[in-house]
């Protein structure tokens, strides 16, 4: 390696370092997450028979349409946003019936409880990226299913 | 025969002996006997020894032989070479070379690093735990980024046992 390459590269290296470092400040304080939690209804009626119910925005409905599910539409029965900091624990009530806990992990990594009827009906831990989804399902009354969409917004 | 009359009979067969003495030793070997007996065996071992040299053949002339030989010499007793002194600059760029290579590791690692702390690189440890009969299975969409995981639990008092609910393809 001649002594100019050897300079040019030593100043990349320094300079690239420097920027890393600049940006980590960044990094920590990204660390509080940001979640939506939604309580869906799956069907292939067409409407739902409460007319409070939503349907699910464009961008949920097109994920739920490449998970290995039969229904045609889902709606949205309650929305709930949660911030959590780091190793931080939050409740959330999406129904009289249906709880999600999410506890923070450190990085995107989380924690979710699902509590059915308040009982612990199962725990997961997986990490979230931003943008990725989580959704919990099972069978409901008359063909038609329960999701759960547990979303990272930030 | 002593000692001394065979170490006399080894130095006339090497021509080392002198005159007055070589004369008295041939007027004792003309007698024949142990003296003369062992004269032809030293003379027999001489010439046995002296047919079975090996002449040695050099590679190279003598002269390049030998200039090689005072080269080594004269080489081993030049004075050491003083190692030349190196400027501060070499010492840091010496110094600032592995440095910069560990600060290009660091950044690779970095890059590796989403902001949120999440690696790009696939492995992520996932783990679930049914806590109730809810047989759970999973389900992992890695291009669109979704995971779903569906239990038999039912949303209302009544189970439903509807079987194609859910469709894998």
Not at chain 2, 80 to 95: E, G, H, N, Q
Request: hydrophobic content about 40%.
């Amino acid at each position: 390696m001649t002594p100019r390459i050897r300079s040019t590269a030593l100043l990349l290296g320094w300079a690239l370092a420097a920027a890393i470092y600049s940006g980590s400040g960044l990094r920590l304080q990204a660390a509080t997450l940001k979640l939506q939690a939604q309580l869906v209804w799956g069907t292939n009626d067409e409407r739902s028979p409460d007319p409070k119910h939503k349907p699910v925005e464009a961008v949920v409905k097109e994920k739920l349409k490449e998970l290995p599910l039969k229904w045609s539409n889902y709606f949205e029965i309650n929305r709930k946003n949660v911030e959590l900091s780091p190793s931080g624990t939050s409740k959330v009530e999406l129904s009289e019936k249906c709880q999600l806990e999410v506890t923070s992990l450190g990085g995107s990594k989380l924690e979710v409880i699902l509590l059915g009827k308040g009982k612990e009906t199962l725990k997961r831990t997986q990490a979230l990226p931003k943008g990725e989804m989580l959704v919990l399902g099972g069978n409901a009354p008359n063909a038609t299913a329960w999701l759960v969409v547990l979303k990272r917004i930030e | 025969m002593d000692w001394e009359a065979q170490l006399k009979l080894q130095a006339y067969l090497d021509g080392e002996l002198p005159e007055a003495e070589r004369r008295r030793l041939e007027a004792t070997l003309a007698q024949g006997g142990q003296s003369s007996l062992l004269l032809a065996e030293l003379r027999q071992t001489r010439e046995a020894l002296a047919g079975f040299e090996k002449e040695i053949q050099m590679p190279e002339s003598r002269e390049f032989f030998w200039s090689k030989i005072e080269r080594e010499i004269r080489r081993q007793e030049s004075p050491a070479r003083v190692p030349a002194p190196v400027s501060w600059a070499a010492r840091l760029r010496r110094l600032l070379v592995p440095a910069s290579t560990v600060a290009l590791l660091a950044i690779a690692g970095f890059l590796t690093i989403r902001n949120d702390g999440s690696s790009l690189l696939p492995g992520g440890t996932e783990m679930e735990t049914a806590l109730t009969d809810t047989g759970a299975f999973t389900y992992r969409d890695y291009s669109a980024g979704t995971t779903l995981v569906w239990l038999s639990y039912p949303a209302e008092n009544e189970p439903d046992d509807d079987e194609d609910a859910v469709t894998l393809q």
